[in-house]
């Protein structure tokens, strides 16, 4: 678009969407269900941590306030 | 009411900055000295971001055929250069809320999430951002290492859970999964919907179904 | 160049209101369709665009 001498215009990366309805979508779905994966698993990890606090704080009175 | 037309302005005025800060600072210090720098001395901030309102940035968000932050001898992307004239205008909320819900423009949507990102609080980010996470039209990027591909999902996943982005270090918030815990956020429905439960127990199973293009 | 019109001779920059946002995307919206009734899924003229 001629700013800044750019002559690499990338235009070897096509970035029409469409091309193959089927394919994007199922990619999409994939990336999806790892991102669904990701947030329970770092919901459970925190849960955890806290029901470890509040075990270790029933089992030792020295630790509660 | 009008905005001063360069931004150098509102940062030579050092201790008498009267503007809206986000996250406790001055918007336009989200973006470190250097490249800010780079930015003021790029033609396309120059030639092609100078004088614009919220209205006619949109003239310019449209033409975008790329995001990214610095790309080959550490130019700043127009992109880039657009995200600073936001912080610069900081147009009202209503008007951001239009350029992201476009859906013909997906560079715009793109440049008003990271807007988002960059001033919004945490719930209310996570809340606006996240209902575009169905939308996987293609992004190109351009970094210093060249081009590669990727989605406007993919893109708002980064904005929600990186520190860095397009060479911007990101305000921190919360985790999704601390805002969850601590009832200040809804856990996300998927936009997967009931298909979620059956299938996101085996990704081996979801793999095969989704070659094969079930729907 | 025809971006560079009066208003970048000023100091100083209208803020645009909601209103004026709204019908400006819708403008561009309108001819952009335009556009592309002309050149509808020409692959090559869109190629040559891109490239000029």
């Given at each position: 678009k001629g700013w800044d001498d750019d002559e690499d215009d990338g235009e070897g990366l096509d970035d029409t969407d469409d091309l193959d309805p089927v394919a994007e979508r199922a990619s999409w779905k994939l990336r999806e269900l790892v991102r669904v994966k990701r947030e329970r698993e770092e919901l459970e990890k925190i849960e955890r941590e806290r029901e470890e606090i509040e075990r270790r704080r029933a089992m030792d009175p020295e630790l509660r306030k | 009411m009008a905005h001063l037309a360069d931004a150098k302005a509102l940062l030579d005025n050092r201790g008498h900055y009267t503007g809206q800060t986000f996250h406790g600072v001055?918007?336009?210090?989200?973006?470190?000295k250097i490249i800010r720098e780079r930015i003021f001395e790029s033609l396309y901030w120059k030639e092609q971001a100078f004088g614009l309102n919220a209205a006619t940035l949109l003239d310019r968000a449209v033409e975008l055929t790329y995001i990214g932050g610095q790309y080959s001898n550490q130019r700043p992307t127009p992109f880039l250069c657009l995200i600073f004239k936001l912080l610069q205008l900081q147009p009202g909320r209503e008007i951001i809320l239009v350029y992201l819900n476009d859906p013909d423009f997906k560079y715009l949507r793109a440049l008003a999430a990271f807007y988002i990102r960059l001033t919004w609080g945490a719930t209310d980010i996570y809340r606006t951002l996240e209902p575009l996470m169905g939308d996987y039209r293609k992004l190109r990027v351009r970094g210093m290492g060249g081009w590669r591909m990727t989605y406007v999902d993919e893109f708002i996943d980064e904005l929600l859970t990186?520190?860095?982005?397009c060479d911007i270090a990101l305000p921190h918030i919360k985790t999704r999964a601390m805002l969850e815990d601590a009832d200040e956020l809804e856990p996300r429905d998927s936009l997967l919907g009931s298909e979620v439960e059956s299938e996101g127990e085996s990704d081996a199973q979801e793999e095969k179904g989704a070659s094969s293009g079930d729907e | 160049k025809q971006h560079l019109h009066a208003v970048g001779e000023r100091d100083e920059v209208a803020i645009a209101t909601l209103e004026m946002v709204v019908e400006r995307l819708a403008w561009l919206k309108r001819r952009r369709e335009e556009e592309g009734r002309e050149g509808e899924v020409d692959l090559a003229k869109r190629l040559a665009e891109r490239a000029r």
């Amino acid at each position: 678009k001629g700013w800044d001498d750019d002559e690499d215009d990338g235009e070897g990366l096509d970035d029409t969407d469409d091309l193959d309805p089927v394919a994007e979508r199922a990619s999409w779905k994939l990336r999806e269900l790892v991102r669904v994966k990701r947030e329970r698993e770092e919901l459970e990890k925190i849960e955890r941590e806290r029901e470890e606090i509040e075990r270790r704080r029933a089992m030792d009175p020295e630790l509660r306030k | 009411m009008a905005h001063l037309a360069d931004a150098k302005a509102l940062l030579d005025n050092r201790g008498h900055y009267t503007g809206q800060t986000f996250h406790g600072v001055n918007p336009l210090l989200l973006v470190e000295k250097i490249i800010r720098e780079r930015i003021f001395e790029s033609l396309y901030w120059k030639e092609q971001a100078f004088g614009l309102n919220a209205a006619t940035l949109l003239d310019r968000a449209v033409e975008l055929t790329y995001i990214g932050g610095q790309y080959s001898n550490q130019r700043p992307t127009p992109f880039l250069c657009l995200i600073f004239k936001l912080l610069q205008l900081q147009p009202g909320r209503e008007i951001i809320l239009v350029y992201l819900n476009d859906p013909d423009f997906k560079y715009l949507r793109a440049l008003a999430a990271f807007y988002i990102r960059l001033t919004w609080g945490a719930t209310d980010i996570y809340r606006t951002l996240e209902p575009l996470m169905g939308d996987y039209r293609k992004l190109r990027v351009r970094g210093m290492g060249g081009w590669r591909m990727t989605y406007v999902d993919e893109f708002i996943d980064e904005l929600l859970t990186k520190e860095r982005v397009c060479d911007i270090a990101l305000p921190h918030i919360k985790t999704r999964a601390m805002l969850e815990d601590a009832d200040e956020l809804e856990p996300r429905d998927s936009l997967l919907g009931s298909e979620v439960e059956s299938e996101g127990e085996s990704d081996a199973q979801e793999e095969k179904g989704a070659s094969s293009g079930d729907e | 160049k025809q971006h560079l019109h009066a208003v970048g001779e000023r100091d100083e920059v209208a803020i645009a209101t909601l209103e004026m946002v709204v019908e400006r995307l819708a403008w561009l919206k309108r001819r952009r369709e335009e556009e592309g009734r002309e050149g509808e899924v020409d692959l090559a003229k869109r190629l040559a665009e891109r490239a000029r």
